[in-house]
């Protein structure tokens, strides 16, 4: 639902200069020609979020993430891999145990290569890798007499098991969750905050170009009375007071013209680059006094904020890795085991095809023991340290909770202020224009002085300006509040 703003000024001042432009070199500088179509707040959002700039780093930001959390879940399927040893050569004096228990030490040639294959599985419940694997390997004893061997081993099924060690994989599982929501959740903010963006900068342009407007009628209208002035002047019906502050007027004019057709070439380059644009590119606006009429209610603004906001999701993930940490201390720096079992089948041969006939069971059982007896003291100073990391950042968090609803409820009230501030506004901006006319009228006849004039001139200057300001103001609290909650409150549902 729109609503339309009645009895404003702006509207009979500025219709073909700001909705169909006028061509490059007149009052406005470089507007679009009629053949341009207008561009609306709502296609330059759309514009700026699909082509701009800032829209393609916060698309490439969101696709890195989707990337990463795809390559994380590829990590948790089966993984098979293939490992080998190229042939590898070794000569030295070796110890050879002899039939009556005495060792003797011979030279030894000896030239080995292996071929393995395994198919490796991680247990998110146990922490633990489960593993199928069948290799093959060939050694080869030079010297006099050439002694080739080789040992198969066709299949092996096994696990590892650690015991009292932290669950490593479970806790990457639930980081990784909050990591790729909260990707997703800045991407959606990034969006609304191009909205922002783009409507502060399309009425930026709109306020400059107004402005030069306003300067060059203005400008106008002190010449004209400058004119008639020298009239009156000459016939001693003005001092020469009255005279040397027409000039002044006009001088000021001036400048202010020169200025605000600088201000109008700036604001339309920045929302050129902030559109995609080329540099020079045409751009005409087409602004209505229409604006949307939302009510926000507080408690729900404050409920979206905390549900959807980024930055939230960032601090959960912040506050479970300083839990894993924690966990990590009391749990890696004492007793700990890794069991490992596996059964399968193994051969050896002299030649290939025998290696791999009539196998022979295989079992290997290990655990594997790890007791620190004497720390002084590092393991309760890391426990501690943990800790006091994790009160920090829960202290941390509590805090941007905090003010996260304050800026959620704060922005839902000022959006409701700025509603009025734009009614009230565009009021003035009509009454201050309607008195310009009015003491323009009686100047004109004489009732009234012409530093009256000059002051309802600046009058009506402020009025427009304020209105202006107002408009703007009111469309970058409709985006904040949007920002802030991630929620579309004319559609009364989430933003996705």
């Known amino acids: 639902m729109m609503r339309r703003l009645r009895g404003c000024a702006l509207a009979t001042l500025l219709p073909a200069l700001l909705v169909m432009g006028v061509p490059r070199g007149g009052p406005l500088g470089a507007q679009s020609g009629a053949n341009t179509p207008p561009l609306t707040l709502e296609a330059a959002i759309a514009m700026a979020q699909q082509r701009g700039p800032s829209a393609r780093s916060a698309e490439r930001a969101r696709d890195a993430a989707r990337s990463r959390d795809r390559a994380y879940n590829a990590g948790l399927l089966p993984q098979l891999s293939l490992t080998g040893d190229a042939p590898s050569y070794s000569r030295a004096i070796i110890p050879v145990l002899q039939p009556d228990g005495n060792t003797r030490f011979a030279a030894q040639q000896q030239r080995q290569s292996s071929l393995g294959l395994q198919l490796g599985q991680r247990l998110p419940f146990t922490g633990g890798d489960l593993f199928i694997q069948s290799g093959v390997t060939n050694i080869n004893i030079l010297g006099q007499q050439d002694t080739r061997l080789w040992r198969t081993n066709p299949v092996q099924l096994g696990i590892r098991q650690p015991i009292f060690r932290l669950n ?7 980081e990784q969750d ?9 991407y959606l903010e ?12 399309y009425f930026d342009l709109f306020a400059a170009r107004t402005a030069l407007a306003n300067a060059q009628a203005n400008t106008d209208v002190n010449d004209t009375l400058l004119t008639v002035n020298r009239g009156r002047f000459e016939v001693g019906r003005i001092g020469e007071n009255d005279l040397l502050q027409s000039e002044l007027q006009v001088l000021r004019a001036r400048n202010a013209l020169d200025a605000a057709r600088l201000n109008a070439q700036r604001a339309e380059a920045a929302l050129q680059l902030h559109l995609g644009l080329p540099a020079g590119a045409l751009v005409a606006l087409a ?7 939302v009510v926000v209610d507080t408690a729900v603004a404050v409920a979206e904020a905390l549900r959807n906001g980024a930055a939230l999701r960032d601090a959960d993930l912040q506050v479970m890795q300083q839990k894993r940490r924690v966990a990590e201390a009391r749990r890696n720096t004492g007793f700990g085991a890794t ?15 025998d290696a791999y006939r009539s196998p022979l069971q295989s079992q290997q059982f290990s655990v594997g023991v790890e007791m620190p007896l004497v720390q002084w003291g590092a393991r ?3 426990i501690e340290a943990a800790r006091a990391d994790q009160e920090r950042v829960e202290t941390d968090v509590r805090v941007l909770r905090e003010r996260r609803v304050q800026d959620a409820r704060f922005a839902a009230l000022e959006l409701e202020q700025a509603s009025r501030q734009l009614v009230t506004a565009a009021k003035a901006d009509t009454v201050g224009a309607k008195r310009f006319e009015v003491a323009r009228n009686r100047y004109s006849i004489g009732r009234i002085d012409i530093s009256n004039l000059y002051i309802a001139q600046t009058e009506k200057d402020q009025a427009l300006e304020a209105y202006v300001r107002a408009l703007r103001g009111y469309w970058d609290v409709y985006y904040r ?4 909650t991630l929620y579309d409150f004319e559609a009364g549902q989430r933003i996705r």
């Open 168 to 174: 490593a994989l479970s806790w990457d599982n639930r």
């Open 380 to 382: 309760k100073a890391q």
């Open 339 to 353: 069991v490992t079992a596996a059964v399968g089948y193994n051969q050896t041969a002299e030649t290939f095809n």
């Open 481 to 484: 509040v949007r920002r802030l």
């Open 287 to 293: 602004v209505t006094n229409a604006v949307p009429v």
């Open 178 to 186: 909050l990591r790729i929501d909260a990707a997703e959740q800045q």
């Open 190 to 201: 990034a969006r609304e905050s191009i909205a922002q963006q783009t409507a502060a900068l």
